[in-house]
């Protein structure tokens, strides 16, 4: 039985080209790039030639480029970063509802630190609106950070909107766009946002690799000491063999994009029409057009997401509940909560994420499939909510 994976927004395989790249790096090219022997001579080209090569794909200057060792540590150094550099200038901080854990998280402690964070809400599609960004501003806003794309709903945010307020009034904006990579051209310049997040493993590189860009003159204080790697931004011997794999990686999502995302969109439509026509009481979640192009997240009444998915994985298919950093949390998804979703129907959610290798026969197998768990599941559960209680989401 061939495993089909729809589990892509949490993390891809590595694409064969890419590891190609990454292996000299691995083996014969191990040499430290602060050495200043051959082969930290070597190691250190290789780290200059990525930073070109990731700073082309921004369209910003290599000295904007800072790697780190994850999308987590990207936001968490924007952000803790930011507040910390600037909180002389004031201690606000305004965010949206539906961002990843990454981000809220980092939020959080910023609140244990004396800071004020506003959160601002979403429709009911998962999109804020400008005006409510434009409205939160105040004398003592010191960042602005809004995620481009949502890591569980797949909805898209007007980021090149709301950073035009942030630049009209000299604060600094940062969008998480680890989804977004690879589907979305990230120029930076064109979305003038002043930070901006990525991560290897969402567009088919290695885990354990992130890039923050940081727009010169933008203030930010590090969160690791030690060397003086990364222009003094980020201690430590750098990830050599992965930041070429990121820097690959990006190269080959900007050369597939416009096709991949054709060929997605397609998939990902076909799939969510026949869900909804074949399982009774089920709603998509988010926007059905203004969302990723992999992205596929539907709520089924009566049956628990976890219950789904362990069914889903008996018959080879690989998905999710929701973020991968939250999926063995039984609490119902802050994000759906935020789009106003009862409890009780945000239980009921499944992510299906697309990806390159997935086909037409992985489609069909799904829609074959998935009808049968929740028809199983339902047969089990001693729940049946009534339709006309949650006409609003139905």
Same mark, same amino acid.
């Not at 037409?360 to 799904?366: A, C, G, N, S, T």
């Given at each position: 039985?061939?495993?089909?994976?729809?589990?892509?927004?949490?993390?891809?395989?590595?694409?064969?080209?890419?590891?190609?790249?990454?292996?000299?790096?691995?083996?014969? =090219?191990?040499?430290?790039? %602060?050495?200043? $022997?051959?082969?930290?001579?070597?190691?250190?080209?290789?780290?200059?030639?990525?930073?070109?090569?990731?700073?082309?794909?921004?369209?910003? +200057?290599?000295?904007?480029?800072?790697?780190?060792?994850?999308?987590?540590?990207?936001?968490?150094?924007?952000?803790?970063?930011?507040?910390?550099?600037?909180?002389? =200038?004031?201690?606000?901080?305004? &965010?949206?509802?539906?961002? $990843?854990?990454?981000?809220?998280?980092?939020?959080?402690?910023?609140?244990?630190?004396?800071?004020?964070?506003?959160? *601002?809400?979403?429709? =009911?599609?998962?999109?804020?609106?400008?005006?409510?960004?434009?409205?939160?501003?105040?004398?003592?806003?010191?960042?602005? %950070? *809004?995620?481009?794309?949502?890591?569980?709903?797949?909805?898209?945010?007007?980021?090149?909107?709301?950073?035009?307020?942030?630049?009209?009034?000299?604060?600094?904006?940062?969008?998480?766009?680890?989804?977004?990579?690879?589907?979305?051209?990230?120029?930076?310049?064109?979305?003038?946002?002043?930070?901006?997040?990525?991560?290897?493993?969402?567009?088919?590189?290695?885990?354990?690799?992130?890039?923050?860009?940081?727009?010169?003159?933008?203030?930010?204080?590090?969160?690791?000491?030690?060397?003086?790697?990364?222009?003094?931004?980020?201690?430590?011997?750098?990830? /050599?063999?992965?930041? /070429?794999?990121?820097?690959?990686?990006?190269?080959?999502?900007?050369?597939?994009?416009?096709? #991949?995302?054709?060929?997605?969109?397609?998939?990902?439509?076909?799939?969510?029409? #026949?869900?909804?026509?074949?399982?009774?009481?089920?709603?998509?979640?988010?926007?059905?057009?203004?969302?990723?192009?992999?992205?596929?997240?539907?709520?089924?009444?009566? *049956?628990?997401?976890?219950?789904?998915?362990?069914?889903?994985?008996?018959?080879?298919?690989?998905?999710?509940?929701? +973020?991968?950093?939250? %999926?063995?949390?039984?609490?119902?998804?802050?994000?759906?909560?935020?789009?106003? /979703?009862?409890? #009780?129907?945000?239980?009921?959610?499944?992510?299906? &994420?697309?990806?390159?290798?997935?086909?037409?026969?992985?489609?069909?197998?799904?829609? =074959?499939?998935?009808?049968?768990?929740?028809?199983?599941?339902?047969?089990?559960?001693?729940?049946?909510?009534?339709?006309?209680?949650?006409?609003?989401?139905?």
């Amino acid at each position: 039985m061939k495993t089909i994976y729809l589990d892509h927004a949490a993390t891809t395989n590595i694409d064969k080209l890419v590891l190609a790249k990454m292996l000299p790096f691995l083996t014969k =090219k191990y040499g430290n790039p %602060s050495s200043l $022997h051959m082969l930290g001579r070597e190691a250190k080209s290789a780290l200059h030639q990525a930073r070109e090569e990731v700073a082309a794909y921004f369209n910003c +200057s290599a000295e904007e480029i800072i790697f780190t060792g994850s999308g987590t540590e990207s936001d968490n150094l924007a952000i803790i970063g930011v507040a910390t550099a600037n909180q002389h =200038k004031g201690k606000h901080i305004i &965010t949206t509802k539906i961002e $990843h854990h990454a981000v809220m998280y980092a939020c959080d402690y910023l609140k244990q630190q004396g800071f004020t964070v506003t959160y *601002v809400p979403v429709n =009911k599609y998962g999109i804020v609106e400008v005006k409510q960004i434009k409205e939160a501003i105040s004398d003592d806003t010191i960042l602005v %950070s *809004v995620i481009f794309a949502n890591n569980e709903i797949g909805t898209i945010q007007p980021i090149k909107e709301i950073a035009a307020i942030c630049q009209s009034k000299q604060i600094p904006m940062h969008t998480d766009a680890c989804q977004a990579a690879g589907a979305f051209n990230l120029d930076v310049q064109n979305l003038g946002v002043d930070l901006l997040t990525v991560n290897s493993n969402k567009v088919y590189g290695p885990k354990g690799v992130g890039v923050l860009f940081v727009r010169k003159g933008t203030k930010i204080t590090p969160m690791l000491y030690g060397g003086s790697q990364e222009f003094s931004m980020r201690a430590g011997t750098e990830n /050599v063999a992965g930041i /070429v794999g990121l820097a690959e990686a990006l190269r080959l999502a900007q050369q597939k994009r416009e096709i #991949e995302n054709a060929r997605l969109i397609k998939m990902r439509d076909r799939l969510i029409k #026949e869900l909804l026509i074949a399982i009774p009481k089920s709603r998509l979640n988010g926007h059905p057009t203004q969302r990723l192009p992999n992205n596929v997240n539907i709520s089924f009444l009566d *049956v628990e997401g976890e219950s789904i998915i362990l069914h889903l994985d008996a018959h080879g298919i690989c998905a999710s509940t929701g +973020s991968a950093c939250t %999926s063995t949390d039984l609490e119902a998804s802050h994000v759906l909560l935020a789009l106003g /979703v009862p409890e #009780e129907v945000a239980h009921g959610s499944v992510r299906l &994420t697309l990806g390159r290798q997935n086909t037409e026969q992985d489609i069909d197998r799904v829609i =074959k499939i998935l009808p049968k768990v929740i028809a199983k599941l339902r047969e089990m559960s001693p729940l049946c909510a009534k339709l006309e209680d949650y006409v609003e989401w139905f």
